[in-house]
DNA sequence: GCAAAAGTGTTTGGGATACACCCATGC
DNA sequence: GCATGGGTGTATCCCAAACACTTTTGC
């Protein structure tokens, strides 16, 4: 810091990683640049933070406009990821960015943001910035989440089969787990309970609908995994 | 965001959790404020992040500044914890905090610092801001990473007795571990190795002194608790 | 010899892992 | 009847937890 000059800030910017689950395919919300730099790549939803409003109060106003994603409605879940402040990462100058990550049930984008589109985390684009690290990171720390709380609720919907919970396990650890042990262990958590519905899907048995508990995040008594 | 005024970002600090291990207790670095606002309180070493420098420079340069600590030398550990981001938290204004916990073996602070001082964490004096929570959080954070990571080194000296690491781990943690089962668990983790040193203290069976295999973070095999 | 911390093993219960077949449905 | 995914149980191993006495030293 000097002192024989007034203080100058950094630009603070605020980026979000939003997953979502489609099929088996973990994906991330990305938007098209519009503008220099990196006018037609993809990047992360995020921008400027300006004095006054908070990071989340920020990021949910910049998302909803690039991409119609609404944080506090559609996401069931969002938290801090890590701030990223490595002076060149924005060519136009020393920017740090506020970045969250967030699950949010499988989401249609409305028809105003054919410039925003979710992307399998393993066949992104060229992306813009430091983002592609930053995607790592937020899958990482999702990876984690899913072992010791009950975050894989944020990807499913409200009612969901056991083969689903199981593949959204699957999706973000990346890796195959053993159906009968996965079960088995998930029940004894007391996370789940059975709903009466059953699911109906093609020329095979139905599977009965379970639901979480609570739909707050929580921390598992043991860790998954 | 406003687009008809010029973007004005908010001020940008950095602020330090830094532990240490002082007999059976974790204690936290303080310094007192030698102005407004909270003028004479104490808190975390802290100070403005101006355009140009990272988090960690700035941050190592006020700390070595106020206290005489040296992020680089005296810490064997440090990591970015989280950003503290709400309007209120400064009276002078909107102020954003990006902080960072630490772990410093024990040390002697100099004389130049007579406003730094190392706090009990269960012995804390008033804090300025938001910084007890911000503590707490911290501590959290601290006694998480000490069960799925050999962070534990970063407390103790190069070269350390069985029972100095189970006392870094009940100061943590807060609570008791046994003896046996500690021992026992620790050793098959393949972590530490004997040196042919022992540690003489009083009237007792002097101790054998260990030392770790690796002196980076390391995520343990099976989690630690 | 006595006070004080270091050091050491066994038993038991629960959870993790590995593994293969029957069930309900649509066509 | 057959293809498709849903649903289920057992045996083994390893680890966590509980628990008390002997050893080495300084005085």
Known sequence: MKYSSPYVPPTLTVDAVIFQLHGDKLEVLLTQRESDPFKGEWALPGGYNAVGSTTIEAL???VLRKTGVDLDNDLAYIEQLYTFDTVARDPRGHAVSVTYMGCSRAITLGTGSQHAEFFPVDRLPNLAYDHASIITYAQERLAAKLTYTNAVSGLLDKKFTLSQL?????????RLLDKRNFRKKFLTLNLIHETPDTWRDGAHRPAKLYAFNSSSLEV??????
Do not use: N, P
């Open 60 to 62: 949910t106003e910049i």
């Open 166 to 174: 199981q593949t959204a396990y699957e999706a973000v650890m990346g």
């Open 220 to 225: 598992l008594s043991r860790s998954f995994d």
